[in-house]
């Protein structure tokens, strides 16, 4: 899944911040965006990305929260057994708010769960209707359960371009409700 990329410097303190990064192969042709959750997931070395002078470490964090993140200092864990240290939680310098990993990482995979779930209550209802329709049994144990939805997590991570909000704490706060203008559209 992406995620920002951060970079702190020997208090801990983010000093620099990464939403993307464009990959381009040798004509210049853009392949895609960099990965850095797999990069570091595969212990590979975040300040080989990119490089700021100025700090002593980087790593991925699951939300994006723009120039916010300056805001706050790193905890890491140090995930014994692993190649590197993963941050923990981004701790608020002057709130001591603390954002979690485990809880962010727990919201994701409940939405990602509720649309599996929803997935299969869609396959069931069609098996149920084949049955009512009295399809035959091999038909009926042939309809397979529909791939899930993806997940709207925008709310729970934000997006590049797009930070979540956060409050004077570095505590999230609600998207406000935005009623477009009635302006007046140009159509070819």
Known sequence: MLSMLVHWDATGAIVHTN??????????????????????????????????????????????????????????DPNPGQARARIKALVHRT???????????????????????????LGEDRRKELRRLKVSQSVIEEAVDPEPEPADLRDIVGGPGKPLLLDADGKTMARPKVERPNLPIVRR
């Open 95 to 121: 709130s001591g708010h603390r954002r979690v990993r485990a809880s962010v990482d727990a919201a994701i995979a409940e939405r990602i769960n509720e649309k599996r779930l929803e997935a299969t209550r």
């Open 19 to 76: 939403d993307y990064m464009i990959a381009f192969d040798e004509n210049s042709a853009v392949i895609g965006l960099i990965d850095f959750a797999a990069h570091e997931a595969a212990g590979g070395r975040m300040r080989d990305i990119v490089y700021d002078p100025g700090a002593v470490g980087a790593g991925t964090w699951p939300e994006w929260l723009g120039g916010r993140a300056h805001e706050f200092k790193v905890e890491l």
